[in-house]
């Protein structure tokens, strides 16, 4: 197993297309790292360039401190797992799983052993002399996978495996990719656009945005410090709240942030760092369960009263969600399913500003 | 449609197929006589004694046998070199991106809107210039260079609809770019490759024109097509017409037996050659 490090990457197509912008990041030796991002932000290129499958137009690339820039993918000592599986149609499952050994010149015995190991651990041995169309899309995927880890590579990498499955399948396989890691111990580099599987999967996770890198970090990271607006966008369901408004100093010192409407007060400990922003238009990102209902909370120092229309309710069993209007914005807040007010009923509700996060309005980058 | 909403259509199908049929029923019918028969009443059906021993004459002396091998020879030849050097251009042209792919196509296209009696002339005259006139060898090659650009275009245009993460597979997978050609494009190609094995079968085995000009200096080198024409004129007023019918009979056994072998690749072929050839 080995690390991968990717050194100011960029590749631009024909016709000036840049779908990858100086991209540098590193994945450490038997991590998970998940590239995440909007369709057509350069994610696939990204991972296609590790795999050798693109040329770079600039940057460099080590696979376990072996620069491969010029070196095909056949000799990288990758694997990959492709969106629509790639599975080879006029060859059964085995001779799938057992073609990259074979024209390694694996003997015949390890070839057998390997394909029917993988085979076990996928749960797919009775599939084996089977030909790909006669598959589901669940089996075909397990194939995919199959054909990666049969090599034993040093890298894998996987190019949305999911995203052809069926929303309840995808979460097992998901789980199941999970376990696979810890498994192997392998280096995975995994790409998806759906930020649920990037959370759930990722150990760390890389957030971009037309070919450009937003942000590094765990998932909890992302989740709780966003870099910038974008990140904050992204990362959670429903998306986070953005009101955008300006901020004023009271009498006593204290800062508030007002968008015309609603005024909500800030926590002293913001003083600092936002001191530069009085009287500046900036935007204010508040996440949908740092609304709270009051008929449960408790208001403390740092949660501020607003009012609100409710405008739709969506049950989602476990938890509920509402659409509000506050007259000069749109919110959504998640409440638990009790004590849930009715549409078009004017509601109070907790906003709590010590979780609030604030963004330049022209940068978009994160102020706290 | 119900049974019987059809009828009127099949009635009609087996109608069509019995006109389509009639002429072969009376060429296998008439190699079955003996000459006074077929003067008496040519168009009976049913031959009073069946004289098989026809067959025999036109293979030996005849020379169907002969033009026969040669037939065989040509088309078979022809046949592993159009598949094999055309099914590898459309590769490189369908699946690889070297720089000046797309014109080295439409080069080729450009040459299939000049009609082969239009080159046969100048052909004729490289040949002779290359000595490859009265032999096989030249015969194969003629005809070897006519089928390629439509079997090029087909084949290439095929392969473009086969998803490309399957290039990518196998090159991940560990495949050179002849191993990515045999093992993974070459198998999928199967449909196309056939349809261009029977295009370019039909073309040379009943190809006229190229194998008369090539063989005018030596009639042991006729094509069946060749030497039936040359059977029917060579006798001006007394044709043999069983033994004339026997020699027709023995060239379409193997487009028969081709045609049940590929049938399902026929209508397809056909289809793809008025579509894009
Ligand atoms: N072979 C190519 N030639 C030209 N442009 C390309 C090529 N491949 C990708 N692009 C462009 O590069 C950009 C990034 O594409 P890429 O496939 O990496 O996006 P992605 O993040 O994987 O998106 P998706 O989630 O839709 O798969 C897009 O604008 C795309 O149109
Ligand atoms: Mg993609």
């Known amino acids: ?368 | 449609m119900g049974r019987f909403t059809r009828l009127p259509l099949y009635i009609v199908l087996v109608l069509w197929s019995l006109i389509c049929l009639y002429p072969l029923v009376w060429m296998v019918s008439t190699s079955l006589k003996t000459m006074p028969e077929v003067t008496e009443d040519p168009m009976a059906l049913i031959p009073k004694i069946f004289h098989w021993g026809n067959y025999l004459e036109a293979w030996t002396k005849g020379n169907f046998g002969t033009y026969f091998k040669n037939s065989l020879i040509i088309t078979v030849a022809a046949l592993f070199l159009v598949l094999w050097t055309t099914s590898m251009t459309a590769f490189a042209v369908a699946r690889t991106d070297f720089p000046g792919r797309r014109s080295i196509l439409y080069a080729l296209v450009i040459t299939l809107f000049i009609p082969a009696e239009a080159t046969l002339v100048p052909v004729f005259h490289i040949a002779k210039g290359l000595h490859l006139l009265n032999s096989l060898a030249g015969i194969i090659v003629v005809s070897v260079a006519g089928s390629q650009v439509v079997s090029i275009y087909l084949i290439q245009a095929y392969l473009r609809t086969i998803p490309r993460d399957l290039d990518d597979a196998a090159k991940i997978d560990g495949c050179n770019l002849f191993q990515r050609y045999w093992y993974v494009i070459l198998p999928l190609a199967k449909p196309v490759l056939a349809t261009v094995a029977i295009l370019t079968f039909m073309g040379t085995w009943n190809a006229y024109m190229l194998p008369l000009a090539f063989t005018m200096a030596r009639p042991e080198l006729r094509t069946l097509p060749v030497g039936l024409v040359a059977f029917q004129s060579g006798f001006a007023f007394s044709v043999n017409w069983p033994l004339l019918c026997a020699g027709a009979a023995i060239s379409i056994v193997p487009v028969i037996a081709l045609y049940v072998f590929l049938q399902r690749y026929f209508v397809s072929g056909i289809a793809a050659a008025g579509l894009k050839g």
């Open chain 1, 1 to 368: 197993m080995a690390d991968v490090v990717l050194k100011d990457v960029t590749k631009i197509f024909e016709r000036n297309i840049i779908a990858a912008d100086n991209i540098s990041f590193e994945v450490k030796d038997k991590e998970f790292v998940v590239l995440v991002g909007p369709s057509g932000c350069g994610k696939s290129t990204t991972l296609r360039l590790i795999a050798g499958l693109e040329e770079l137009t600039e940057g460099e690339i080590y696979i376990d401190g072996r620069l491969v820039n010029d070196i095909p993918p056949k000799d990288r000592d990758i694997a990959m797992v492709f969106q629509n599986y790639a599975l080879y149609p006029h060859m059964t499952v085995y001779h799938n799983m057992a073609f990259g050994l074979k024209l390694r010149k694996y003997p015949r015995r390890e070839i057998e052993r390997r394909v029917h190991e993988a085979a076990e651990i996928l749960g797919i041995t009775d599939l084996l002399n089977r030909k790909p169309k006669a598959l589901s899309g669940g089996e075909q995927q397990r194939v995919a996978v199959g054909r990666a880890i049969v090599r034993k590579p040093k890298v894998f990498l996987f190019d949305e495996p999911l995203s052809n499955l069926d929303a309840k399948l995808r979460v097992q396989m998901r789980a199941e990719i999970c376990k696979l890691h810890s498994h192997l111990e392998a280096t995975i580099i995994y790409v998806t656009h759906d930020q649920v599987e990037a959370m759930t999967m990722g150990q760390r996770i890389v957030v971009m945005r037309d070919g450009v890198i937003q942000q590094i970090d765990t998932p909890l990271n992302l989740y709780n410090r966003p870099a910038n607006k974008f990140v904050a966008g992204f990362i959670g369901s429903p998306t986070m709240n953005f009101i955008q408004g300006t901020l004023s100093k009271d009498w006593r010192g204290g800062l508030s942030f007002s968008d015309g409407v609603i005024k909500l007060g800030l926590p002293r400990r913001h003083n600092r760092r936002l001191q530069s922003y009085v009287g500046r238009e900036l935007i204010l990102g508040i996440r949908p369960e740092d609304i709270l209902n009051p008929r449960f909370g408790k208001s403390t120092p740092e949660t501020v009263t607003i009012w609100a229309k409710v405008e739709v309710i969506e049950p989602m069993g476990n938890e509920t969600f509402l659409y509000l209007n506050t007259g000069s914005t749109s919110l959504v807040a998640r409440f638990s399913t009790t004590k849930i007010p009715r549409v078009g009923e004017e509601m109070k509700l907790m906003v709590n500003m010590s979780k609030c996060h604030f963004f330049d309005k022209d940068t978009e980058i994160a102020l706290l």
